[in-house]
């Protein structure tokens, strides 16, 4: 594990997106330092364009965009990341279980899978949230984790059924370990690279997930997150009116938080699968290649 | 032709459970649907129109086994019900109107990225570390991650309102007559670019990234270098020897990816008052048109399973392995 994080800290891909996720979560955390004041307080005119004392202008309610901006991101990293967390150990352990169990159980395991797999995500997301009305962000968290985990259930069975037959394994069931020891300190240690991988696609998904929902009037119209900006922003017209402040504050934030998963899931990537590793890395170990060559005394 | 009993099984499981999720959720959700709908439907509530809502969702006295029943007898006779918002209007009228606007614009944004995914993948790969690689290939996952709102708004914003350079509204020009000829043709594909444009970087960014991978692990292949030692050149060796075969995953992540695409033409047509599906799903749930709801689960998971079941198809007529074990 500390190996993986030193090679993460190598890459400059991955440390420029861990540098943008940091920050941002940082705004999160310090809202109250550095956007004092409520952010659903009316503090201006309709629409005011970005000036000194409203830095990203204000909205159509003459709320202060910025302050907005700061503690929007509280509810929209927040659910982002807890639904991640969710959908991830979901995924997770139906994957295991499926992978490890084999058999019947696998069977019916692997084809719940596939089935939610090919139903469209979206439609029943929409579905769900509009039966039980405007939904808070706990419901959006729970309606995304039971419809998305199929992705890492996927991946984890196929990764468990590689290593279920491997000495160590077969060595643990010997003595007698149970067998919730075997998949949880046996087997769940050798997946946490693609438990990470899982794990950054999920948030992603779930920032994605979370937004589109919230712009489509799903959200609590109440709660000031990245979603329900873009979902007011839209109703009061503003990109026809020309206010794009309105709604390029929130769509800069998301777009920010998925440039940084992304860089990082990008590099989780390749050190997951050396295979796909290109730039520096690659030349490094072609380079290593080459000496390890020279070094046989040069018998190519 | 082959196509497995397990992969059939599969696609039975999910149209059961979208039904199932049809039928349940309006009947265990708290309040009652049914109140809502009858006030949506104001002076239009019809005693025959309060009796065919009340017997949809389960506000009758009536065993639960035989509501579901008579729920599936509905769907078998392409009975989804009627529209609360639209009404006199039955749900399959209102679906039938907008599903050609979405089929053409989803298959459009699938096949320019599909072409423009998998040679940039195929490139990428071909040039593995290269400039091109290491600036194309992060930029295709970003691509990923970026929600198809933020793209789709962004869109609006710059070439619809500030350069005025497309039309930021409805599927051809409202002046035009609907028939088949040049200016009406002309006036379709115009109004499709941005909303084509919005829907591709994710599918970009899914083909470039598969189709790399893929193709780097069939370009170790021997045949590969044997095609090289042959003397052929580049561009047949990449094209017809590696990414050829590099195509199945690809193939196979298209299927699977056909949802998240249904997904984004939803947020598209809404931001481009595009009248398919997506439109028609979104003035349905502020309507809390219940009905129409519904009836887009199903007809999305059943295209989604088409478009699936075509995919094995068409992966058991390429891939020689699959024709020879149905043998």
Redesign the interface.
Known sequence: MMSGLKILLQQK?AVAGLIIIVALCLMALFAPVIAPGAPSARVGRSHQPPTVEHVFGTTKMGRDVYTQFVWGSRTSLAVGFATGIAITIVGTAIGLIAGYAGGRTDAALD??T???????????L????????TVGPLAIMAIIALTSWPWGARMTRSQTMALRNRDFVTAARMIGEPAWRVLFVELLPNLLPLIGINLVGSI?YA??AQ??LE????GDPLQVTWGTM?YNA?NSSA??L?A?WD?GAP?AG??LI??G???V??TF?EIA?P?????PA??RWLRLNRQRNRSLGGAR | MYISPRRLGVYAVALAFAIVMNFTVPRLMPGSPVDAMIAQLGPRATPAAIEAIKARFGAVEAPITAQFLDYLKGLATLDLGVSVKYYPQTVTEVLARSTLWTLFLVVTAITFSLVVGTLLGAIAAWRRGGRFDTVVSPFSVVMIAVPPVIIALSALFVFGVSLRWFPVGYAYDPSLDPGINFTFAGSVFYHAILPVLTLSPYLIGEFQTTMRSSMISVLGEDYVTMGRAKGLTAATVMLGYGARNAMLPVLTNLALMLGAVFGGSIVTEIVFNYPGLGLTLFTASVARDYPVIQGQLLLMTLATLGANLLVDIIYGVIDPRLRDASA
């Open positions: 891909k084809l719940a596939n089935a939610v797999l090919v139903i469209p995500n979206i439609p029943l929409i579905l769900l949230a509009s039966f039980a009305g992603i920032v994605v937004t589109t712009y489509l009037g799903f873009l839209q990109i026809i020309g794009w709604i769509a998301i777009a998925g440039l998963l992304a860089l899931n990008f990537d699968n295979q796909l590793r290109s730039g690659l030349t």
